[in-house]
């Protein structure tokens, strides 16, 4: 048998860090409100010089220093962004065109949204465990700021940019016990990021930038999310108790406090990066993995449950051995 293993993983936020503080100055908010009701304090923001791309090849560049394994090492690129600087070439293929390297497949996920590195985790343990692929860069990457409306405290106190990247490699033991990956269209305008590019004669204009209807996604989350951790224990043959860290979607306090209360699992086992880092979309599954990763909290043989959920709807869970 081949199963997929994390050899290593990277992380890249931009230096600048805009405070609740901040917003208080140009939005009606305040620290205590976002705090109360999101979690979050602070976020980071990206400069004029930097991109989605520049902050996946900084997160690509530790995560492959970590792994012990260089440029010419990957077979695979998948690239996790609903936020990229071109419609094509996507994220994945500019950095091929960094790293010098050629002829491997690369494509990039967005269909997803906060979904997406759960997506490209689950879709490149199929290309390793097929034998096709060896070594596999899996990443989120996400310019969140770049697309949000500024004017509207109901979103744009959420997010913030950042990138995290893991290299997975083939492995005769286990690593990535199961994926598990699900959609629904039908709740497609819960959450959602318009583009005017493709829209027909005729058809009336959305609102600019990312539109969210809170309650409603917070109630399908929690729903959605409690399922598919019964789905996930079960098809691994493991107990709550054999869960040593939650890795969730760093998208609210009170879902992940909710996710936390379903695995029986006390706070202190659930990685948690939303209140210095907001929501990263995509990137927010493989930051908070690094971090707890290089701080010394996760350790080798533990085993980890990655949840993502986010626009589609689409969600999704990774059962780990790292």
Known sequence: MIYSRILGTGSYLPERILTNADLEKTLDTSDAWIV????????????DH??????????????????????SDIDLIIAATSTPENVFPGVSCLLQKRFDIGGCPAF??????????VYGLGIADQFIRNGSVKTALVLGTEVMSRVMDWTDRTTCILFGDGAGAVVLGADSKPGVISTHLHADGRF????????????????????PGL??????????????????????????????????WLIPHQANVR??????????????RVVMTLETQGNTSSASIPLALDTAIRDGRIQRGETLLLEGFGGGLAWGSALIQY
């Open 108 to 117: 990039d996920l967005n269909a997803s949204a906060c979904a997406g590195f």
């Open 36 to 47: 109360e009701r999101t979690g979050i304090r602070s976020r980071h923001i990206l400069a």
């Open 50 to 71: 930097e991109s989605a791309t520049t902050m996946a090849y900084d997160a690509s560049i530790r995560a492959l220093e970590a792994a012990g394994r260089s440029f």
């Open 211 to 244: 539109q969210m209807s809170g309650n409603s996604l917070f109630r399908q989350a929690v729903t959605i999310l409690g399922d598919l951790f019964d789905e996930t224990l079960s098809a691994g043959g493991v107990d709550r108790s054999a869960i040593d």
């Open 188 to 207: 497609a305008d819960v959450l959602y990021l318009e583009t005017s590019m493709a829209r027909r004669e005729g058809d009336a204009p959305k609102k």
């Open 255 to 268: 879902i992940i406090q909710a996710m936390a209360r379903k695995l029986q699992l006390p706070l202190e």
